[in-house]
């Protein structure tokens, strides 16, 4: 089993942005819970970051035909991004989104999901322990 994990903007600052939403684990803690937890459970994983929109676009492209899941965090293109929405609908590849801080409690426009049209999954939070939820979610239904 093969699992791309896809951050968006801001990710690769966990642990300085906003600590009261989205804690204190910062992005290099966060890969390695992700690789730690892969590894003792025989997955295949890989991450990428980025804050720009046309690189998630195409690292959700160069999962098709390599990735058997994907979990991402659009961060906040969560709320903007149709492209995104359309790269995941164009592979075809079970996607469960994930959240860090609970969106459904902040801010009106952080209700407005539209990668989650296309995702088989959402979770929000559960810290960084809903990637972990994530990667389960994708590895039982398999």
Known sequence: MKIFVINGPNLNMLG???PDHY???TYADLVKK???YCEKKGIEVELFQSNHEGALVDEIQRAYGK???IVINPGAY????IAILDAVKS???PTVEVHISKVEEREDFRQISYVRLACV????GHGTDGYLEAIDFLTDKK
């Open 121 to 124: 999954k959402t979770i929000t």
């Open 16 to 18: 300085i942005r906003e």
């Open 91 to 93: 592979v075809s590849i």
């Open 23 to 25: 804690g204190r684990e």
């Open 67 to 69: 990735a058997d899941g």
């Open 34 to 36: 992700i690789e730690d």
């Open 78 to 81: 969560t709320h903007t991004s």
